[in-house]
């Protein structure tokens, strides 16, 4: 069905057209401007692995980092605007230090290894030939292309130290998954090869990391010597050992306010407890707190939130969310849980181009291929264009309704999900919000179907009221402009 794209009016202009009697459930929210839930910092993806093959391609850096329509391949796409980007300081290197060399995995991809800068441990002098600065230059340049187009947040992450600073010189992890891989005697080093990341990037790349983060899903029971990616087991009490030596060595290089992010725990649970492990001085060190979102709809979202947002005071990020599912479907349904439940003020999809439905654009990594993208990036573009840096999110009391409300822009914005197998009807009553002359417009996708954010009118109105009917299996937003 050919939609055109719906300028309609309300608050007080004459009713636009009515709704049948007959017809789906109804799903009723009053929305309130006062039910705020936190400012919206933005939304992201990580460079790891994606950016070390695709990393000159400047058409995806508009793509992601735009939301101007672009070509890719032979494709056009609306371009998502993301303005978060992580940075993965790479693990493996290949210069021997005398005897010792790497030990690599049996199962990783090359496109896996991400080349680290600090090859040996005879000097710790970022200018000393100990150190090549020239490696991972594709990934540095899609942050460098990132910064041209306006991202604004810039977040150094590791997912191992360097090989040489592990226990077993595996960057994929131990001998056994329970094992903690960073050698003890190798921390105070691990905490240097970070700052001196951050000082460089700061100094030479004209990148100015926002925050930095030293773990990466530590606790998780998958980091072993034959891992299919770099990683490494850190208990709470190692990662207890490591955060004040990171302060330390970012103090001493002038970065007192960048922040720390951790702990990056696979699974809400496993942050709760993670989190709940730590002293009140170890707390202290971690001004941002980053989980991924790997545990979909289980996990205790409501409790991470109120024990580090409410009683912690700190900022909450889902840093890491990734599926197979190319639908972009299941995708929504757990970012929605977060925002209703985990409440974070950023949401960071993992891989931008992966393989099968893990990308937003799948890719062939080995041979440097892109197909055309997934429905997910049409999905996710219903959050990331319309959802700004800088608004306000609102609590709606339903899961499948995200709102945010722009007050210097005097902007509304709405996105509906329904993953089920039937159309629903949305009844919005917007009375507690003020204007004149109010418009609205929207899209839609139907990633079973051939909507791909493609415009809708599919809304008219009941006084202050939306009515909105929403096909199966779809993410539809609406823009309420001037209240």
Known sequence: MKRRSALLYLFGLPFAGRVSAAGPEVNKVTLDPAAKQGTWDGWGVSLCWWAGVFGERADLADALFTTKAVRVGNELLPGLGLSIVRYNAGACASRKIGERAMKVSKIIQRYRQMEGFWLDDRSSDPASDSWDWSVDAKQRNMLKLA??????HFELFANSPMWWMTRNDNPSGGPKFSDDN?????EQNFAIYLASIARRAADDWGIPFTSVSPFNEPVSDWWFADCKQEGCHMSPAAQARVLPLLREELDKRGLSKLPISASEETYYDHAVRTWESFDAKTRALIGQVNVHGYQEAKGDRAKL??????????????SEYGDGDPSGLNM???LHRDLAALKPTSWSYWQAVDGGGWGLIPGE?????????NAKWHVLGHYTRNIAPGATMLTTGDEALIAAHDEKQRRLSLVFLNDGGEEREWRIDLSRFEGKGVKANGWITEPMGKSRYQAADAITWQGKVMVLRQPKQSV?????NGV
């Open 305 to 318: 939130q109120r024990l580090v947002h409410v009683e912690g005071g700190k900022r909450l990020w889902n």
């Open 476 to 480: 539809q937003t609406v823009l309420v």
């Open 332 to 334: 929504a349904r757990n």
């Open 147 to 152: 910064k041209e187009r306006g991202v604004t």
């Open 182 to 186: 960073l050698a003890p005697a190798q």
């Open 365 to 373: 990594m080995r041979r440097g291929n892109l197909r055309p993208a």
